[in-house]
């Protein structure tokens, strides 16, 4: 079964300790043995765990994995969202692949769930013009408690499209002040970026650490108090409180982080730039021509207009 473990309101822990824990924990070495990022570990075991608490309750073994099986479990989390689901089920996918090559169930994760063909309108793009994203600035005061935080890291989202577990994890070592330049190694994919330091965030960070990070021994970039980092929970609720305040309408659309990325890429494609400079600048591997592009193009990066330096409000 799976128990609760919880911390904090917000963060939930799970362990899984049901009959089928031997197969859970092979998995997991070959998980392991496979290069993949952590989080993408978590990931794939977190939906392999509401899978595995289906079979147990159902007291169904690992050889008794049919097709009709997998159906009825997807047919349970129906009321999941259309992206939770395909998650899960790539996840899980993935897992029946693995104990078919391992010789302990007779179909393929392939056959049993074929690529999910879901709805297109049952999802909105998550895209806001530049009038929006500069209203969205324009609303952070950097005279409130934290305002020159919020302002550092709502720029490093518009600006540079970062993750919010890039921003999270970034350190005052990756800040190279002389060469102008901010250096992210990337959770997703280890990848290694280079950004200009463009003067509209080189002075929000100046005045962020000047006048309002707490007096800390730890190394991060970012921190709620001396002791702790900002969590994921933290940029949730972080971007929310913006859209809100620059009265932006989100109605059927995501509002979180990942949208500010998206509405960068949206907006550097209909300027005209390439898919090659889009990518670069997200983070992204770009393969063309048998070439694998992973480098930031910084000279374009540079020609993104800037908005007047909110610093000097």
Not at 109 to 125: E, F, R, S, Y
Not at 129 to 157: P, T, W
Request: aromatic letters at 10%; hydrophobic letters at 35%.
């Amino acid at each position: 079964m799976i128990s609760q473990n919880n911390k904090r309101k917000h963060i939930k822990k799970y362990v899984f300790s049901g009959t089928l824990l031997e197969e859970y924990l092979a998995y997991t070495r070959y998980l392991e043995e496979l290069e993949i990022t952590k989080d993408t570990m978590k990931w794939r075991l977190k939906h392999i765990r509401g899978f595995l608490d289906y079979l147990d309750k159902h007291n169904i073994v690992i050889n008794n994995i049919l097709p009709n099986v997998v159906y009825d479990y997807m047919m349970s989390i129906d009321d999941l969202s259309v992206r939770t689901k395909e998650h899960r089920a790539v996840c899980i996918r993935l897992f029946l692949n693995w104990l078919f090559n391992n010789k302990k169930i007779e179909t393929s994760g392939t056959h049993i769930l074929p690529k999910i063909k879901n709805n297109k309108q049952d999802k909105v793009a998550a895209y806001y013009s530049n009038e929006e994203v500069s209203k969205i600035l324009n609303s952070i005061n950097i005279h409130d408690v934290n305002g020159k935080r919020d302002l550092a890291i709502m720029l490093l989202f518009v600006r540079f499209g970062l993750r919010e577990r890039d921003v999270q994890q970034l350190k005052l070592e990756n800040i190279k002040w002389n060469d102008n330049k901010i250096i992210i190694v990337q959770s997703k994919n280890k990848q290694v970026n280079t950004y200009p330091m463009i003067p509209e965030i080189k002075y929000a960070l100046i005045d962020y650490l000047k006048n309002e990070r707490p007096i800390s021994n730890l190394p991060y970039l970012f921190l709620t108090d001396s002791k702790n980092i900002c969590t994921s929970h933290f940029f949730y609720k972080l971007v929310n409180k913006y859209f809100r305040k620059a009265e932006i309408n989100t109605s059927y659309k995501k509002h979180g982080s990942h949208s500010l990325r998206h509405s960068l890429a949206t907006s550097l494609l209909n300027d005209g730039n390439s898919l090659y400079t889009i990518s670069s600048i997200l983070g992204h591997k770009y393969i063309a021509d048998s070439q694998v592009y992973t480098k930031v193009d910084i000279e374009n990066l540079k020609k993104i207009p800037l908005e007047v330096p909110l610093w000097k409000a």
